[in-house]
């Protein structure tokens, strides 16, 4: 049962599936009371709610539709702190729908079908829809959004799902298909300052008249709890009551400092933050700019990234990325990953940095990369290509005494050439069998050399294939078993 208590907002009686009675209104308020800070000055119209301009500024579609009572089932996807589940009060304050509330934690398959029950029965008797807010969809098992999905697509409820994971991998695809997202981003600073000075003058706020907070206090709460108005007004809360009792009380930074020490690192290692803070650090990497690398690099490790797995990174962005144009890329992300697994954090972090900076302002070529991504193509999809019989095993070349037409062999016929027998130590035969080139290089770096030299080996090579064809248009040669001379093969035709 909800209850409007004297803060404004609907909360969970703590009597709920009990009957009311002459003491409920002083219980609630009680509870009211004790509730904390972020609770107790929490908006109760759109108007009051702070930030999350792109969605509830003036025009905005999520605005209009709340303007407009015409809500549709939604998911709302944010950090912790950015108004999710002040948006779903705001809303409950204002629709003409009935609400209900469950949980992804504790709510389970029974309970929500007795939920859509109610709610199927509301619609038929007296055409009235409920909003049913779950807060953490995402801790939801599939068995139980498939339940939720039952009563979206009959359309006798109205979901508000809030979640802080990515919810095309934290919700179910039928459920996300009959929802519309929205993505709530964490506040700028000016925003949770406007919300914490709001606190000391809300009637049900921090309570202490003649508090004084000064400037850079605030500047400090709104800095480090990093867009979570919710962290913030805890900070401020427990700053707010070590002076309470003091004759002037007042929030200085020091004391500031002492109740929000430090932000706590938004990570999961198997969410978002994951990839999306690997994926910074490579494209950084990849745009030459060693600063914003470094900067990335940090973020990981402080959120408590496992370094090896920064290194293996590392190790591939030195092949894919920069390649032949600086070899020493690979030997140093290589040098980096077994020094890291010796020594060790947190002094790792400076055999990292150095490794980091290093690849970011390397010559970057990914010509290597590119030519086994189309080789792997052609040998995965395309024409198999036949090992050409010059190259062949040694034993199977000795072994085969007749061309592919029944003809014999001369003995040096698909002889393997030595390259070292030459002057040049340059293979002139023909190793691939089909004419394609995969290998491109760049003229970056180290690979500029060795494009200027692989050209005058292609040439060569390409010079000595066209000598080889032109003899060939003589017939090829075989062995005369008489005389051992040597004889064009067509000179035994008729």
Known sequence: MLNKVSCGFPMVSYDAGMPEDLWSPLRAERRAKAAPLAVRVRPRTIQEI?????????????????????????????????????????????TGAAVDRAHGATTGVKELREKLEIATRRLGESSRRTLLFVDEIHRLARNQQDALLEGVEAGSVVLFGATTENPTWAVAPALLSR?????????????????????????????IPELRVDDDAYAHFARVSDGDVRRALSALETAANAVRNDSSPRITLQLAQSALDGKIPVFDKDGDEHYDLASALIKSMRGSD?????????????????????????????????????????QTAVACWHAVERVGMPESQLILSQCVTFLAVAAKSNAAASAIWEAMDDARDGRTVPVPFTIVDQTKRRAVRTADDGTPLAPDAGKYEYPHDRADGIGTQDYLGVSKTYYRPTERGLEAAIGEHLAQIRTLRAAAQACRVSEGNRGPLREDAQTHTPRAAHEDQP
């Open 50 to 94: 702070v930030g999350q301009r792109h969605c509830l500024g003036e025009g905005a579609l999520l605005r209009r539709l709340i303007e407009q009572d015409a809500l549709q089932s939604m998911i709302v996807a944010g950090p912790p702190g950015t108004g999710k589940t002040t948006l779903a009060e705001a809303i409950a304050h204002r």
């Open 179 to 207: 929802s519309v997202v929205f993505r709530f981003q964490p506040l700028d600073e000016a925003d949770v300052a406007t919300v914490l000075r709001r606190a000391l003058t809300h009637p049900e706020g921090v309570g």
């Open 290 to 330: 060693p600063d914003a690398a470094v900067y990335w690099l940090a973020r990981m490790l402080v959120s408590g990234e496992d370094p090896r797995f920064i290194c293996r990174r590392l190790a591939i962005f030195a092949s894919e990325d920069i390649g032949n144009a600086d070899p020493r890329a690979l």
